[in-house]
């Protein structure tokens, strides 16, 4: 079964290429993870991270479309299929800015469903609004 997950959309201070840019690099996503998130690894590929008294993940980037979206998806053994979207829109007002929305996708059974909805729902707000702190 298929839960979505929509974050907040953030207005962002930059342009779509150099938000995008940032987000090409899993090196930079240390600073936009929730505090449940220990043990944090990380290549320009890739990142590995423990979320606390749940799992170990390890993610990669599946696809970048410049400028305009990122999809990572979890690598290795996981409980259940995922996929993190950060998708970017130019700002209708001001080209200099950026409407980003940070979203999950997950194929899960709605036991699983229940208890992994208030984390996802966590962690693509804090993402978004960490983003926001960034390009503020």
Do not use: H
């Not at 749940?54 to 259940?80: Q, W």
């Not at 700002?91 to 929305?101: M, W």
């Not at 709605?110 to 503020?136: G, T």
């Amino acid at each position: 079964e298929l839960m979505k997950i929509e974050g907040k959309k953030v207005n962002l201070n930059a342009d779509k290429k150099k938000i995008f840019e940032f987000l090409s690099d899993f090196n930079n996503y240390e600073k936009l993870m929730p505090d449940q998130i220990i043990n944090w690894k990380s290549t320009n590929d890739s990142c590995s991270f423990t979320i606390k008294n749940m799992a170990d993940l390890t993610l990669v980037f599946e696809e970048k479309n410049a400028y305009s979206s990122i999809k990572i998806l979890p690598e290795g053994k996981v409980p259940f299929k995922f996929s993190l979207n950060v998708v970017l829109e130019e700002d209708s007002l001001n080209e200099q800015k950026t409407v980003a929305g940070v979203n999950v996708d997950a194929d899960i059974n709605p036991m699983l469903a229940m208890m992994a909805k208030r984390p996802f729902e966590n962690l693509v707000n804090v993402i978004a609004e960490n983003l926001n702190s960034i390009f503020a």
